[in-house]
């Protein structure tokens, strides 16, 4: 009989979704497009967050710069609402970003200066504002086709200009 609730007990801890954490934190540095260094509040523990969803261009490709300079923009110096979601397999924090009441992984889609990525977690509102950026043309897609090469192409064949 223990073992039987042993197994129930573990059967309903796996069927249990894990609480997101959520943290204010202020923006350190802005590393791309889809990364960044925040200072978690108020403990003021730092962490690296890699955006949900988004895969900027590297430093080192055709709007990589420009990205960087959007995200900067958006959160540099500002108090942010992380939702973390996952870590990668860096240990960075993968994480969805607000500033006030923009949701920033969405805005770098929705400007053009990241790519929408399923694999990394795109959600709905990431999708559309990628669709819309490509369907108008606005930041990487006003880019001649050859310099729009996704980010995980370009460091497939570009291992050291990556990051």
């Known amino acids: 009989m223990a073992r039987f609730l042993a197994f129930l007990l573990a059967l309903l801890l796996a069927a249990t979704p894990l609480r997101a954490e959520r943290f204010q ?3 350190l ?4 497009g889809d990364s960044l260094v925040v200072e978690r509040l108020p403990q003021k523990r730092v962490s690296e967050i890699r955006l949900a969803g988004i895969d900027a261009p590297e430093l080192g490709q055709p709007w990589g710069p420009s990205a960087r300079a959007a995200l900067r923009r958006l959160v540099q110096g500002r108090e942010v609402t992380v939702v973390v979601v996952d870590r990668d397999r860096y240990g960075r924090l993968v994480g969805k970003l607000w500033v006030g009441g923009t949701y920033v992984n969405a805005a770098m889609t929705r400007s ?9 977690g795109a959600d709905a509102e990431v999708r559309a504002g990628h669709a ?12 001649p086709p050859e310099q729009r090469i996704p980010p995980a192409t370009w460091r497939a064949t570009n291992p050291r200009g990556a990051r």
Do not use: H
């Open 29 to 32: 540095r802005v590393k791309d």
């Open 112 to 120: 053009g200066n990241a790519w929408a990525v399923r694999q990394y």
């Open 25 to 27: 934190a202020l923006v």
């Open 132 to 143: 819309a950026a490509r369907r108008e043309g606005r930041g990487l897609w006003a880019l």
